[in-house]
T-cell receptor
Framework: QKEVEQNSGPLSVPEGAIASLNCTYS??????FFWYRQYSGKSPELIMF????GDKEDGRFTAQLNKASQYVSLLIRDSQPSDSATYLC??????????FGSGTRLLVRP | DTAVSQTPKYLVTQMGNDKSIKCEQN?????MYWYKQDSKKFLKIMFS???????INETVPNRFSPKSPDKAHLNLHINSLELGDSAVYFC????????????FGQGTRLTVV
């Protein structure tokens, strides 16, 4: 069974700190990886996607992918209270299937 | 304009009833999905259709039957509702391809009493 695993948290960081969210996946056939943010009672919204090994930066967000270790991470610099949400990691393969982890709850303390 | 829209947003019903959730996307995407999110926030894929053809059918009770009249619509019908069906159901759509993001509807919170 293909799985994506995340620590459920909560991960608590002070405002202005770097939040580091991690994710591992079991299927070596996974080709693309996504980070979604979900506020309570809302639908998931895409923050970033990555499909090549290394880092990808977009504003305060950096996604990192290590296919050899089957590991994906999301760094949030200068964390803000508005970043408090559940962050979902997802892995996609060529079969159209997008497998989600259970999410990590992030709390940014003012 | 809402990209992926689901109706209803809330659904409260008694055990044993039959209910439907509708989903429509105006993004021109070819692939649509139904996901179930339980109380622990775990998003589990249920079904996927590509150009009206069923391509993913996870281990879901056959009380759940998806229907795609065209590639812009994917509805979910649930027969004989059970307490354990209570969850938030999300519809999503993507373009065909591997590295494409999924756009989600606002979710339907189903409560079975």
């Amino acid at each position: 069974q293909k799985e994506v695993e995340q620590n459920s948290g909560p991960l608590s960081v002070p405002e202005g700190a770097i939040a580091s969210l991690n994710c591992t996946y079991s299927d070596r056939g996974s080709q693309s990886f996504f980070w979604y943010r979900q506020y309570s009672g809302k639908s998931p919204e895409l923050i970033m996607f990555i499909y090549s090994n290394g880092d990808k930066e977009d504003g305060r967000f950096t996604a990192q992918l290590n296919k050899a270790s089957q590991y994906v991470s999301l760094l949030i610099r200068d964390s803000q209270p508005s970043d408090s949400a559940t962050y979902l990691c997802a892995a996609g393969d060529s079969s159209y299937k997008l497998i989600f982890g259970s999410g990590t709850r992030l709390l940014v303390r003012p | 304009d809402t990209a992926v829209s689901q109706t209803p947003k809330y659904l409260v019903t008694q055990m044993g009833n039959d209910k439907s959730i509708k989903c429509e996307q105006n993004l021109g995407h070819d692939t649509m999905y139904w996901y179930k999110q339980d109380s622990k926030k775990f998003l589990k894929i249920m079904f996927s259709y590509n150009n009206k053809e069923l391509i993913i059918n996870e281990t879901v009770p056959n009380r759940f039957s998806p229907k795609s009249p065209d590639k812009a619509h994917l509805n979910l019908h649930i027969n004989s509702l059970e307490l354990g069906d209570s969850a938030v159901y999300f519809c999503a759509s993507t373009r065909t391809g591997v590295n494409t993001e999924a756009f989600f509807g606002q979710g339907t919170r189903l409560t079975v009493v």
